[in-house]
């Protein structure tokens, strides 16, 4: 439980004078692996061949089965059949929690004597195998479809490249650590990173997946594509333990000034939100039933601000939301055709709009 006073915050004062979302839930039941998916795809991995050390194992009633002769804790909590970082893949062979990406940037180093731009196949023991490359249909492939400009760009792409691709006996300056003021890029925050098409030496690679230095010249010169995702490094990002809220908050703020101080301003739309809650309980249940949810979410509440010269002005629009109606909304705007785990009912973000 906890409560943070965040309106002196700067992000507070965006929210303020355009349109917040109380009402938006993250897309999936899980953590920043799975939301992240659910950005661009609306959908879950599939690991079907995933070892049994990475596979939750399930009694005869649907219940994480418990290792014989475990303890009891006064809690009543027992260990389980979790596997790896806590049960990476479901029975049926989905990929729910934190799995590392099968290209560099990944947490799993490269194969001793194999290609650099490969996390090694074997895996390692605290992360289990990486994600076999993926081949669901994304925003970027519908987007590609009709011919719409896209880009994500990640902040630290490029270093963490260049150190994913070390050789797998030199100790890693970038990804996942904060050492000597390290940016702690997150590998598993690259959802595409882990899709065929875009893998090491495509052409699809070189021109969607971008740093985010190239995002900040981008903005500048008025040459952003119609689509675009940006995502910052571990120590901007407010994850809880390893980051604080107000670097993220004066990080982001800083790209919304520049958003708006840029050539592109009078037809933009912007979306900030987060992959999930920051893990504090919240009281607002998620929609549930046929068109609302499904097996894999929406899950918790989290926060979202819609900003834009077409967006409401000091408005609080309590429309349901989830991630999936980011990609709605994207849909519509240029008429491509529907991802699939996109929900039926959830809104596409219209209600914020003032078009008038």
Known sequence: MGYFDGSQMKLWRWAKEFTLADNFFMGAFGGSYLNHQYLICACTPVFKDAPPSMRARLDAQGKLEKKPGSPSARDGAVETYTGGLGGQVTPDGFSVNTTQPPYQPSGIPPAA????????????????????????ETIGDTLSAKGITWAWYAGGWKAALADGTRRPSEKRAVIYTRENNAINFQPHHQPFNYFARFAPGTADRASHLKDGEELLRDIDAGRLPAVVFYKPVGRFNQHPAYTDLVSGDAHIADILDRLRRGPQWSRMLVIVAYDENGGFWDHVPPPAGPGWGDRWGPATRIPAIIISPFAKHSYIDSTAYDTTSILKFITVRFGLEPLAGVREKMGDLSAALDLH
């Open 113 to 136: 004597g194999g290609p650099l731009e490969l996390a090694d196949a074997k895996g390692t023991q605290r992360l289990g195998l990486p994600l076999p490359p993926q081949a669901n």
